[in-house]
């Protein structure tokens, strides 16, 4: 099982790029900003420590599209 930190500054999950997580993620800082759709797909045990937040910044635009089979 892999192990992944996201911190620090925002992130850009856009134009269909996806992020997979079948290990574990401690996600203590920045938020996943969109503009033109994204997917985050949960199957692993997902540690949200901090007021973080999925972000769509351009009006009319698709957002980040989030599945969770996992642990969050």
Avoid: P
Avoid at 24 to 44: K, P, R
């Amino acid at each position: 099982m892999s192990s992944t930190v996201f911190t620090g500054s925002d992130k850009q999950l856009s134009e269909g790029r996806m992020i997979t997580n079948n290990g574990s993620i401690t996600w203590d800082g920045g938020n996943l900003q969109s503009c033109a759709g994204g997917f985050f797909v949960n199957n692993g045990l997902l540690s949200i420590t901090n007021n973080n937040s999925f972000l769509s910044f351009c009006s009319g635009n698709a957002g980040i599209t989030v599945t969770n089979t996992g642990t969050h």
